[in-house]
């Protein structure tokens, strides 16, 4: 399916966040996640279903003032 | 010293950690200004960079506390999924909540400030709301769970100083329990010891010690002045005045006219 990674469309063939973000290479990166707009912890990655067109965000920490 | 939310720094400069020459430099400025919080943020990470775990390294080598914020966010929603997303990253309850109203200014839509504050402190969140000086607004954020304050001196990054010395000092006298950090617009440490003289608890800058030609001399520069400005509160400042007064005894002088 194709996913709006960070703004940007990306092919994953995994079904959940957890398979998506170690599909992308996020696997042992500090990162937090949204999909849609709303916050998923990491303890509920494995159970988060993905459908096609969501909206994932992953961050991690930056610079700020 | 305050508390903010049972952290009592000696040191309550607040440094934020964006725009400067490099990480070697920031992390000897933090050094210098004898910092105990610094400032950080989230972004958008791609899975091949990995800046983001680069820099978190650098700030936990410091062992400072660390102040999240959601920079950058103009609605309630986007500041408190940013909020949920900060505290599972950086692990910790803080959160520097800015809703952001206008792009010229970066003035807080206070509106949406009381509402996300409300929404995060009911979450277990230690709020730390970038606000302005305006004392109604102060009041209701305390009612929607705030234990600090942080009031701009001037736009962020504008460098202006304290644009309202009056209504920062009437925030102060209105809320003398209340711990209180002027945040934003801070350009030289003469300001922020203005800031400190008035009874400010902390200041929070990030652009002028980053953007400085020597990042870590200036702060050291603040580190002083912020020492010096409390030093001065607590020694309880004359009132200003109109007129002269000499300082040198009268009684006893020659009279040679």
């Not at chain 2, 000696?10 to 990480?23: E, V």
């Not at chain 2, 004392?135 to 954020?141: D, E, F, H, S």
């Not at chain 2, 953007?211 to 020492?227: H, K």
Request: hydrophobic residues 45%.
């Amino acid at each position: 399916m194709t996913l709006l990674l960070n703004g940007a469309p990306h092919e994953i063939a995994g079904k959940t966040l957890a398979e998506a973000l170690s599909e992308l290479g996020y696997a042992d990166r500090i990162v937090a996640t949204a999909v849609n707009g709303d916050f998923v912890p990491v303890r509920r990655r494995a159970e988060t279903a993905l459908n096609e067109g969501d909206r994932v965000e992953v961050v991690a920490p930056m610079q700020g003032g | 010293m305050a508390s903010f939310y049972g952290f009592e720094p000696t040191n309550p400069l607040f440094l934020g950690t964006a725009r400067y020459p490099s990480p070697a430099i920031l992390a000897e400025a933090v050094k210098r200004s004898g910092a105990e919080v610094v400032t950080v943020s989230l972004r958008r990470e791609s899975g091949g960079e990995g800046a983001g775990q680069a820099f978190w390294g650098l700030i936990r080598e410091l062992g400072v506390k660390v102040l999240p914020n959601t920079a950058g966010c103009h609605t309630v929603k986007e500041a408190v999924t940013t909020a949920q997303m900060a505290r599972e990253v950086f692990g910790t309850d803080w959160i520097k909540l800015e809703v952001i109203g206008e792009d010229d200014t970066l003035q807080p839509d206070v509106v949406g400030l009381i509402e996300a504050a409300r929404i995060l402190s009911d979450d277990g969140f230690q709020v730390f709301p970038y606000t302005t000086e305006d004392i109604v607004v102060a009041g209701r954020l305390v009612d929607a769970g705030c234990e600090v304050l942080m009031p701009w001196g001037a736009p962020i990054g504008s460098g202006r100083g304290l644009n309202n010395p009056y209504g920062l000092r009437t925030l102060r006298r209105h809320f003398p329990g209340i711990p209180l950090v002027v945040d934003a617009g801070i350009g030289l440490p003469s300001h922020a010891a203005q800031a400190m003289e008035l009874g400010y608890d902390g200041i929070l800058l990030n652009t002028a010690v980053a953007r400085a030609g020597d990042p870590v001399a200036m702060a050291e520069a603040f580190a002083l002045a912020i020492r010096a400005g409390r030093l001065a509160f607590e020694a309880q400042p004359i009132e200003a005045r109109d007129m002269a007064a000499p300082s040198t005894p009268v009684m006893g002088k020659a009279f040679l006219a």
